[in-house]
């Protein structure tokens, strides 16, 4: 899977591109697994360019948010389509990641106090 | 008479390598059939089941032969549209599945869960050759 990051300020921003399955899970985990090596903590995850998420994929977002937390960071979601946004619902995974309308507002989200 | 309108089956080895082949079938089929008044999102819900049920199908017949083949069938009816993926793994108790332990947030086992919430029917059946896990999507 091709994943363009940009860094912005202190936010790295990743873009992932394509499906996000179980043939893909492991680029991004080995994505964000580098992204902590290098000491980049807060991530925006853009989904604006993944066609399709499966539970592979979803399972790869939970796994990419443990590796950042344990450092104090978080990962904040963009980006993701009606269908997407209904599977985060379902699987109840709204409730441990942040998504927001716009790229700005989830990079400026992390200057928030005691962000 | 309920006609099938089309008919396609894909046989593969069981090789994630096929996995975006199946999908990408998936996603085809059902915009080629599509019509107007068909449920918004049908052809992602299709293709998001058809990616579970072949990952699922992939990844746990480890314990059949290197040669093993998933099948996948596809029938477009004029009410509703039939998907069946057959495997030569030793199967699972349909029944006996949970439902995932969602305060936890695991990183998997969502699978089936995901599958019975966008189909409209979802049915196994464990055979001596071949399992299969019938999945439909009504049409109206």
Redesign the interface.
Known sequence: MKIIDEIVGKVTVLQPQGLLDFVAADSLKNKVKNCAMNGQFNLVIDMSKVTLVDSSGMGSLVACLRVIKKEGGDIRIYGIKDQVRALFELIRLHHIFEIFDSVSAAIESFQRPGK | MNTVLVDLTIQFLRN?EY??LV?GTSRVFCETIMEPDIPK?FV??V??AV??AC?NAI?HTVDADASAMVIVHFRMYETELVVEISDQGSGFEFAEVVE?A??Q???????L??IK?VMDEVHYTRGEEMNTLTMKKYLK
Do not use: A, V
């Open positions: 994630m996995l975006h999908t999102n992602d819900d293709e998001l990616s579970e990952t990844r995932p969602f305060d947030h695991p990183e998997g086992g969502y699978g869960y995901i919430s």
